[in-house]
T-cell receptor, first 115, second 111 residues
Framework: NAGVTQTPKFQVLKTGQSMTLQCAQDMNHNSMYWYRQDPGMGLRLIYYSASEGTTDKGEVPNGYNVSRLNKREFSLRLESAAPSQTSVYFC??????????????FGPGTRLTVL | QKEVEQDPGPLSVPEGAIVSLNCTYSNSAFQYFMWYRQYSRKGPELLMYTYSSGNKEDGRFTAQVDKSSKYISLFIRDSQPSDSATYLCAIKGTSYGKLTFGQGTILTVHP
């Protein structure tokens, strides 16, 4: 099992360009998440998908859109990149559980620089 | 006020030292408490979790929760250079699946 995979690993964009970050998991998890990680800020939730067909905003959704393509795949799109979106982006997934700690499994991350 | 506060460090200790990492939180509805470890340029991995006040031990690691003080800690005994990483506390409340993370503490254990 590959777990959670993310592409690309690195990306440099110019201000105003668009791009899509791809994420896939092979653990048959229902829930998937997108986070960004900035120095001194920890992990901040951008969007999440509790199950296939649903998406919800997290803490910092502005400037992003998401698509839950199917149970395995959850993509994050930047329509018009800004320097403030320079960050490391992590995708995560978790199984359907209620009343439990609901461990999240993380991908290796995408390092994005917006010039 | 952030929901979860964590001292970002950095923390540098000699091999064999006891390390204490701490977080405070503000929402008493939080139910589950986790520690993730993140090596450089990798994704976080779950290290320990607990859901009640008290201590939970796993080898050299002990997670401690004090719900009355809204305070969680991770202790590392006999620290090793391989423990050098960023440690993130994470807390789950009543919202489905969502975790709130602390800022992370960068730990370096030098030989």
């Amino acid at each position: 099992n590959a777990g959670v995979t993310q592409t690309p690993k690195f990306q440099v964009l110019k201000t105003g360009q668009s791009m899509t970050l791809q994420c896939a998991q092979d653990m048959n998890h229902n829930s998937m998440y997108w986070y960004r990680q900035d120095p001194g800020m920890g992990l901040r939730l951008i969007y999440y998908s509790a199950s296939e067909g649903t998406t919800d905003k997290g803490e910092v959704p502005n400037g992003y859109n998401v698509s839950r393509l199917n149970k395995r795949e959850f993509s994050l799109r930047l329509e018009s990149a800004a320097p403030s979106q320079t960050s490391v982006y992590f995708c995560a997934s978790s199984p359907v559980t209620s009343g439990r700690y609901n461990e999240q499994f993380f991908g290796p991350g995408t390092r994005l620089t917006v010039l | 006020q952030k929901e979860v506060e964590q001292d970002p460090g950095p923390l540098s200790v000699p091999e064999g030292a006891i390390v204490s990492l701490n977080c405070t939180y503000s929402n008493s509805a939080f139910q589950y408490f986790m520690w993730y470890r993140q090596y450089s340029r990798k994704g976080p991995e779950l290290l320990m979790y607990t859901y009640s006040s008290g201590n939970k031990e796993d080898g050299r690691f002990t997670a401690q929760v004090d719900k009355s003080s809204k305070y969680i800690s991770l202790f590392i005994r006999d620290s090793q250079p391989s423990d050098s990483a960023t440690y993130l506390c994470a807390i789950k409340g009543t919202s489905y699946g969502k975790l709130t993370f602390g800022q992370g503490t960068i730990l370096t254990v030098h030989p």
